[in-house]
C-alpha cells in the first residue's frame, strides 16, 4: 500500500511564499500519478485548486501554482492572503488506487 | 449549477449495514467517473471507492474491500456505496466526488457513526 507523505504543517506570513510537497513511498512522483491538490477548510467539503500536476480549475486563484519538484509534486502559494489558511491534501494515482497525502495545515501569521 | 447531494448516513451498530447515495445534478451523469471519500472526525481525506462512467470498472480501498459495493444507476443520475459489516473505524463523513478534470466536484457529505 502506497503512503503519500506531505509536511504536517507550515506557517507563512501574509504575502509571503510557500511550498508544499508531496511524496511517495515508491520513489519519484511524475505526472503519471496525476497529482491533485485540495483546500479544505473547517467545517467545509474540499475544494479542489490543482489537478494533472499544474492544470488550475477555473476558481483556482491565479496564486497557486501546481508543478513536480525533484522528486515530489508541489504547490506553492505566492502573495499568501489571510484566506488562504487551510489544510491542504494532495491525491495521487497509484495505479487502481487514489491515495491521499496526510494533508498539510498551513498557517498564516 | 453541477450539483452533488449525499444522503443516507446516520448511527448503526457494529456489523450493521447502511446504504448511501449521492444525487447528482447539472451535468450529464454518465459521461463522469465517479469517487466515494471519507474524513473520519478529525483526520484526513481517505479514498474509498471508484467506479467508470459505465460502470464497467470499480476499485476499492484495501479497508473496504469485501465489505463496500459501488454502483451507480445513470438513468437516476445516482451514485451508491452499499456499506456491510460496519466498524467502529468506518465512522467518517462520507462525500461524493465527481472525476471530470481532475475531481472538480464534491457533495457536502453525509455522516455515518459507527456505535453500539
Known amino acids: 500500500q502506497t503512503v503519500v507523505t506531505q509536511e504536517p504543517s507550515l506557517t507563512v506570513s501574509p504575502g509571503g511564499t510557500v511550498t508544499l510537497t508531496c511524496a511517495s513511498s515508491?520513489?519519484?512522483?511524475?505526472?503519471?500519478?496525476?497529482p491533485n491538490w485540495f483546500q479544505q477548510k473547517p467545517g467545509q467539503a474540499p475544494r479542489a485548486l490543482i489537478y494533472?500536476?499544474?492544470n488550475k480549475h477555473s476558481w483556482t486563484p491565479a496564486r497557486f501554482s501546481g508543478s513536480l519538484l525533484g522528486d515530489k509534486a508541489a504547490l506553492t502559494l505566492s502573495g499568501v492572503q489571510p484566506e488562504d489558511e487551510a489544510e491542504y491534501y494532495c491525491?495521487?494515482?497509484?495505479?487502481?488506487?487514489?491515495?491521499f497525502g496526510g494533508g498539510t495545515k498551513l498557517t498564516v501569521l | 449549477e453541477v450539483q452533488l447531494v449525499e444522503s443516507g448516513g446516520g448511527l448503526v451498530q457494529p456489523g450493521g449495514s447502511l446504504r448511501l447515495s449521492c444525487a447528482a445534478s447539472g451535468f450529464t451523469f454518465s459521461s463522469y467517473e465517479m469517487n466515494w471519500v471519507r474524513q473520519a472526525p478529525g483526520k484526513g481525506l481517505e479514498w474509498v471507492s471508484y467506479?467508470?462512467?459505465?460502470?464497467?470498472?470499480?476499485y476499492y480501498a484495501d479497508s473496504v474491500k469485501g465489505r463496500f459495493t459501488i454502483s451507480r444507476d445513470n438513468a437516476k443520475n445516482s451514485l451508491y456505496l452499499q456499506m456491510n459489516s460496519l466498524r467502529a473505524e468506518d465512522t467518517a463523513i462520507y462525500y461524493c466526488a465527481r472525476a471530470g478534470f481532475g475531481w472538480d466536484y464534491w457533495g457536502q457529505g453525509t455522516l455515518v457513526t459507527v456505535s453500539s
Open positions: 491525491l495521487l494515482y497509484c495505479g487502481g488506487a487514489w491515495v
Open positions: 494533472s500536476t499544474s
Open positions: 467506479i467508470s462512467s459505465s460502470g464497467s470498472t470499480i
Open positions: 515508491t520513489g519519484t512522483v511524475t505526472s503519471g500519478y496525476y
